[in-house]
Structures are given as structure tokens and as C-alpha cells.
């Protein structure tokens, strides 16, 4: 049972517009949801996080939007660089655990 | 700050044969730490994690093992390969309460 969703494989964006990344959940138990980002052979490196008791977070180009009746999130990147294409990943937090479930991700390619 | 290693980067090794496959944390006492696999294709699939030394949690059956002799130190153990165990592993870790995890650059396995 996939409890994060990630159902969009693969995402082309020209450079300079807006790429969205869309990412649902089933268990109405996690509370923290986080977005990776992960070159090829690399580790995946942290992006943005945001609590389940907000609906946005901004840090520079990159915003996370959760609608937690929708049990959705996304993450929004404004403008898009050529390097940001990677694959990204959300990742959610079951309250009061440790440990982290993947989306199986998306693959962002940003072109000129 | 704190720095998280994996070694060997890649491994080629044969069906039946052993694994070890070692992380270990710099620039923190008593992380949680986790083995995650990631097959082809596929996301970020949770393997094994630890809150402290001896202390292991498996999250699927599988034919791969998992210690932590040191605090930050953790080991990913097999006795015999199979082909289904090839893929890029990485370990990640995390202060205790949850929040970010940290990963490791990985290690490509291949088993033939």
C-alpha cells in the first residue's frame, strides 16, 4: 500500500517558468511532509518541509503547499533553472515516529 | 557541521557472495540512522532504522541484515546475495523527534 503518491513520473518545464510537482497521502497521520531533491548517483538532498498545522512554506524560488482536506501537497519552483532538473521526492512523517515514507518520485527536466 | 559516509561508492559482487556495506556520521552524538534501497525505478524504500546502539528496527523481510556497533556507525549485512538485492543503497541520518534526514552519497550495488 502506497501511502505517498507521487503519480507523475516525469515533468518537462522550459526554463524560466514554473515547475509543480504534485505529490497525495493517504494516512491522515502524518504531520511533518518534506521535499528531496536527487541527482543520479547521489544522495537525495533536503529541500523544504512544511508542519501539517500550516498550509505554505517559502524559501526562495521553492514554495510547499499542503490542502490537507485534499490530503495533497506540492512543491512550486519560480523560475525554473536547468539546474534544478532531478528527480524530487516528498517524503511524509507519521506523528510522533521517526521514520520517513517516500513517494516513488518525479522526474523534473528543465529546458532552455 | 556533520558529514555522513558510505563506502564502497560501487560494488559488483556475485550471487551467494556477502555484503557489508558501512556509513558512519561525523559532528553528532546518538543520530538516528537508516538504511533505505532504492531499485530501479522506484522510490526510497525504508530497510532498516536505529535510535541508538544494538537498537535495530526491520521494516520489510528481506535477505539483508543491519547493526550498529558504534553510535555512529551502522552496517548493512548480508550472508548470501541475491540478484533482487542489487540496487543503490543509502543511509541517512536524523537527530532524535523526527524532522530532516540527512543522506549519504549511496552505494550502487549490482549482484550478477
Known amino acids: 500500500d502506497q501511502q505517498v503518491k507521487q503519480n507523475s513520473p516525469s515533468l518537462r518545464v522550459q526554463e524560466g517558468r514554473i515547475s509543480i510537482l504534485n505529490c497525495d497521502y493517504t494516512n491522515s497521520m502524518f504531520d511533518y511532509f518534506l521535499w528531496y531533491k536527487k541527482y543520479p548517483a547521489e544522495g537525495p538532498t533536503f529541500l523544504i518541509s512544511?508542519?501539517?498545522?500550516?498550509d505554505k512554506n517559502e524559501d526562495g524560488r521553492f514554495t510547499v503547499f499542503l490542502n490537507k482536506s485534499a490530503k495533497h501537497l506540492s512543491l512550486h519552483i519560480v523560475p525554473s533553472q536547468p539546474g534544478d532538473s532531478a528527480v524530487y521526492f516528498c517524503a511524509a512523517r507519521t506523528y510522533n515516529t521517526d521514520k520517513l515514507i517516500f513517494g516513488t518520485g518525479t522526474r523534473l527536466q528543465v529546458f532552455p | 557541521s556533520q558529514t555522513i559516509h558510505q563506502w564502497p561508492a560501487t560494488l559488483v559482487q556475485p550471487v551467494g557472495s556477502p555484503l557489508s556495506l558501512e556509513c558512519t556520521v561525523e559532528?553528532?552524538?546518538?543520530?538516528?540512522l537508516y538504511w533505505y534501497r532504492q531499485a530501479a525505478g522506484r522510490g526510497l524504500q525504508l530497510l532498516f532504522y536505529s535510535v541508538g546502539i544494538g537498537q535495530i528496527s526491520s521494516e520489510v523481510p528481506q535477505n539483508l541484515s543491519a547493526s550498529r556497533p558504534q553510535d555512529r556507525q551502522f552496517i548493512l549485512s548480508s550472508k548470501k546475495l541475491l540478484l533482487s538485492d542489487s540496487g543503490f543503497y543509502l543511509c541517512?541520518?536524523?537527530?532524535?523527534?523526527?524532522?530532516?534526514?540527512?543522506f549519504g552519497p549511496g552505494t550502487r550495488l549490482t549482484v550478477l
Open positions: 541517512a541520518w536524523a537527530t532524535g523527534g523526527g524532522g530532516e534526514q540527512f
Open positions: 559532528g553528532t552524538s546518538n543520530p538516528n
Open positions: 512544511i508542519s501539517s498545522i500550516k
